[in-house]
């Protein structure tokens, strides 16, 4: 079995900042694509930011340049970086990754979201 634990998420004003994070375990033998994804109530879920193995980035362009995320291979940990939030940034966030387990299944993965509040 994998597993995806999220953590951090909070309540703040908006302006503040908030640090994401995710730990992956269980039967993984490599991860792929790590990503955040969001969704806020009534609205469709939607890719915030993914991070290939070698760092490589990608950013919704409603985030780009107030998010960041990184990730630590060792650890098989992912983070999301929060800064300048605003109350449309309001959504439960998820972490997903792309692995292939132990058994040799690549398949995709998601933990059970945290929810982020920004309130004005």
């Known amino acids: 079995q994998v597993q995806l634990v999220e953590s951090g998420g909070g309540s703040v004003q908006a302006g503040g900042s908030l640090r994401l994070s995710c730990a992956a375990s269980?039967?993984?033998?490599?991860?792929?694509?790590m990503d955040w994804h969001r969704q806020a109530p009534g609205k469709k879920r939607e890719l915030v930011a993914d991070?290939?193995?070698?760092?490589?980035?990608n950013y919704s362009d409603s985030v780009k340049g107030r998010f960041t995320i990184s990730r630590d291979n060792a650890k098989n940990m992912v983070y999301l970086q929060m800064n300048s939030l605003k109350p449309e940034d309001t959504a439960v966030y998820y972490c997903?990754?792309?692995?292939?387990?132990?058994?040799?299944?690549?398949?995709?993965?998601w933990g059970q979201g945290t929810q982020v509040t920004v309130f004005s």
């Open positions: 997903g990754i792309w692995a292939t387990t132990t058994w040799g299944r690549f398949n995709n993965y």
């Open positions: 269980g039967t993984i033998s490599s991860i792929n694509v």
């Open positions: 991070i290939l193995p070698g760092g490589d980035t």
